[in-house]
């Protein structure tokens, strides 16, 4: 099956600054890498994704980049602000119209603390 | 707020016992999957169902079974409850079986003393 493995597990940085967090996967049937956003108590969120046709993209100050090649994906944020702490998780998954189920393999998830 | 319900929010018991969590899914979506999410192991995938079939099973111990019911709402059984069993169970739901944004409920925390 997938496995995701992500880092680093922890990351803290000063408000302004970016951050980054990078995930490598083994499957190479999968296709769709979505992160999701799990602030304290809450519940996960997605909040950017990209499809394997694709090598980057964009939402504001949320970008994701991919390198099928490599198998790894990686989220970056930039001009960080305090409401951007929280626990980031990316995932894998085949999602093919094919398949008779889909599910997402996460990482273990990145606690990031932007420091005011 | 995703849409997604999930009952109870907060469960407490002891080793042996049996519970039960229920969710139910945002209005429209057929698929129900559940996630089990610990300090150190992250979200894990338990079990898929779509239109109350099972769709595909992860790492599901034998103790614990699921099911999805005519309405769509499904319920995770947990019997024989041990200590490592403590944790927080998501339940998330999606319009489709084999893509799409995954919608997770609050989840329900599960003690076991």
């Known amino acids: 099956g997938e496995n995701v493995e992500q880092h680093p597990s922890t990351l803290s940085v000063q408000e302004g600054d970016s951050a980054v967090i990078k995930c490598t996967y083994s499957?190479?049937?999968?296709?769709?890498f979505p992160w999701y956003k799990q602030e304290l108590g809450k519940r996960p969120q997605l909040i950017i994704d990209i499809r394997s046709n694709v090598g980057e993209k964009k939402d504001q100050r949320i970008a994701v980049t991919l390198n099928k090649t490599a198998k790894h994906f990686s989220l970056h944020i930039t001009e960080t602000q305090p409401e951007d702490s929280a626990v980031y998780f990316c995932a894998a998954a085949n999602a093919n119209s094919g398949a008779g189920s889909y599910q997402l393999t996460f990482g273990k998830g990145t606690k990031l603390s932007v420091i005011p | 707020d995703s849409g997604v319900t999930q009952t109870p929010k907060h469960l407490i018991t002891a080793t042996g016992q049996r519970v039960t969590l229920r969710c139910s899914p945002r209005?429209?979506?057929?698929?129900v999957y559940w996630y089990q999410q610990s300090l150190d192991q992250g979200l894990q995938f338990l079990i898929h169902y779509y239109n109350g079939e099972e769709r595909a099973k992860g790492n599901i111990l034998e103790r614990f079974s699921a099911q999805q019911f005519p309405d769509l709402h499904s319920e995770l059984n947990l019997s024989s409850l041990e200590l490592g069993d403590s944790a927080l169970y998501f339940c998330?739901?999606?319009?489709?079986?084999?893509?799409?944004?995954?919608?997770f409920g609050e989840g329900s925390r599960l003690t076991v003393l």
């Open positions: 998330a739901s999606s319009v489709g079986f084999n893509t799409g944004e995954l919608f």
């Open positions: 209005s429209g979506d057929l698929s």
């Open positions: 499957d190479s049937a999968s296709n769709y």
